[in-house]
């Protein structure tokens, strides 16, 4: 049973930034992929970020230019650094590591963008 946690989270105002972590039961770096997805209330859950076991990164069209991802060898995490953050970005963020045919799943960590 492979488990994630995300951590980071948090209440920002317009223009602010945060930083969401994300650890797992086993190494990041044995995953095929690792992404972060969002979910806003009301609306479908979505590709925020991926990153590919070579390293690879695609970012969903809205994130672009104010989102990254990465992996963090020291720490064995997968980061997601948030810039110029939008009302619009608020949602619960998830990690997910994906193996074969298996996707797993961290519970979310809430990221509130408002004045």
């Known amino acids: 049973q492979v488990q994630l946690v995300e951590s980071g989270g948090g209440l920002v105002q317009p223009g602010g930034s945060l930083r969401l972590s994300c650890a797992s039961s086993?190494?990041?770096?044995?995953?095929?992929?690792m992404g972060w997805f969002r979910q806003a209330p009301g609306k479908q859950r979505e590709l925020v970020a991926i990153?590919?076991?070579?390293?690879?990164?695609n970012y969903a069209d809205s994130v672009k230019g104010r989102f990254t991802i990465s992996r963090d060898s020291a720490k064995d995490t997968v980061d997601l650094q948030m810039n110029s953050l939008k009302p619009d970005d608020t949602a619960v963020y998830y990690c997910?590591?994906?193996?074969?045919?298996?996707?797993?799943w961290g519970q979310g960590t809430q990221v509130t963008v408002s004045s």
């Open positions: 990153v590919t076991s070579s390293g690879t990164t």
């Open positions: 086993r190494s990041i770096f044995s995953f095929a992929t």
């Open positions: 997910n590591g994906r193996s074969g045919l298996t996707s797993n």
